[in-house]
């Protein structure tokens, strides 16, 4: 068995920090992700050896810090304050960003100002619809009101960078619904928008009771809406599935996108520091053990580091250099990615600025036959 050792890392060259807090109330009904019900004295365990964990990266500088799940605000005061401390001796960034994810049946506002007293300026809330009936089959114990009653609450506190989740395509939604959500959540104003497309993943109760996705018609039409709405109303694509009002795009987020090195601390968080990829064991019992980065390492190659660079980079608005792509292949390869690029411009689903490339708004659609093609 492996304990808990330090990454082998530089410190220097690593600069954000993701956390993972499985714990729920609740279980959505479409959620896949690594995730358990809140028991007090499994959780107080968790936080315990996740606090060791942190520990031993002996980090000094941090520019982004996010702490996801799971639900992180289902976590008492005294629970995620001790985390919290640890986190607030580590020097940050001037310009660094702090996020945690939130519930609103979850949240009140003794967290909020606990959130905000050790740095937290981000907060993340899970939205994903306003429908009385779709939250229900969700499982998502939130209305309208306590929506609008928790930002105000927020707002009121000093939080000016708040993002909200919606989901589309989700059984029995439709364009009247989607509608009506897209409209109030522009009327929440926030900073932030992050937009999913019902995916149906194993390990989710909507795929045990054989649910089928949306149609790929339905769905291309309820995102076309939401984007030209958004876009409308002031909201920058700056990646295929989100959108923020300027200056305020999520860093942690373009850290990833950017193929930039992270650690992740927690049971199922994944790293990726000096050109490795690696994941933290999901079973929660081997953690509480000290057991982490046992599982699915990855050593990338040229061609993996190649893959991540076009396959994340195309996602983004600003897309990538291709003269720092060419540096680092043969003329063979170049000559392929020439061609392959070429095709693409003709058909207008890629655009290039100099020696930027990036997806047209039908290519950013497509991306998985580009890539495809590419790689």
């Not at 964990?53 to 810090?65: A, R």
């Not at 989100?242 to 373009?254: A, D, G, I």
């Amino acid at each position: 068995m492996k304990k808990n050792k330090p990454i082998k890392k530089r410190s220097d060259e690593v600069t954000s920090l993701y956390i993972h807090i499985p714990f729920c109330l609740d279980i959505c009904s479409y959620c896949s992700f690594l995730h358990c019900f809140y028991v007090e004295k499994l959780a107080n365990s968790y936080m315990d050896k996740l606090n060791e964990e942190l520990d031993t990266l002996n980090i000094k500088y941090l520019k982004t810090i996010y702490i996801g799940g799971g639900t992180p605000s289902c976590l008492p005061l005294f629970l995620i304050e001790p985390l919290l401390k640890k986190l607030d001796d580590i020097k940050k960034d001037e310009h660094y960003e702090f996020t945690i994810e939130c519930n609103f049946d979850s949240i009140d506002e003794e967290k909020l100002k606990l959130y905000k007293r050790y740095g937290v300026n981000r907060l993340s809330f899970g939205v994903e619809s306003f429908d009385e009936n779709i939250l229900k089959d969700m499982h998502r114990h939130h209305d309208e009101k306590r929506v609008r009653e928790v930002i105000n609450l927020a707002r009121m506190l000093g939080f000016n960078n708040i993002n909200v989740d919606l989901i589309y395509g989700y059984p029995k939604q439709g364009m009247s619904i989607l509608k009506s959500d897209v409209e109030k959540i522009l009327s929440l104003d926030v900073e932030h928008i992050s937009t999913y497309a019902l995916s149906i993943e194993e390990r989710s109760e909507l795929h045990a009771k054989k649910i089928k996705e949306c149609d790929e018609d339905i769905s291309r039409t309820m995102f076309d809406y939401i984007y030209e709405t958004l876009t409308k109303n002031g909201y920058i694509r700056y990646e295929t599935s989100n959108f923020s009002k300027e200056h305020f795009t999520s860093k942690h987020n373009l850290v990833y996108w950017k193929n930039l090195p992270y650690y992740g601390i927690g049971a199922g968080a994944a790293s990726y520091v000096d050109n490795c990829r690696f994941q933290n064991t999901e079973n929660i019992a081997k953690y509480l053990k000290g057991i982490t980065s046992e599982e699915k390492k990855e050593k990338l190659s040229k061609k993996d580091q190649l893959f991540y660079k076009f396959m994340l980079g195309l996602r983004l608005k600003e897309g990538i250099s291709l003269n720092n792509i060419y540096d680092e292949v043969d003329n063979f390869t170049k000559r392929k990615y020439e061609q392959v690029i070429n095709h693409y411009l003709k058909t207008k689903l890629l655009e290039q600025k100099k020696d930027i490339l990036m997806t047209t708004y039908e290519g950013s659609l497509l991306l998985d036959l580009i890539l495809k093609d590419l790689l």
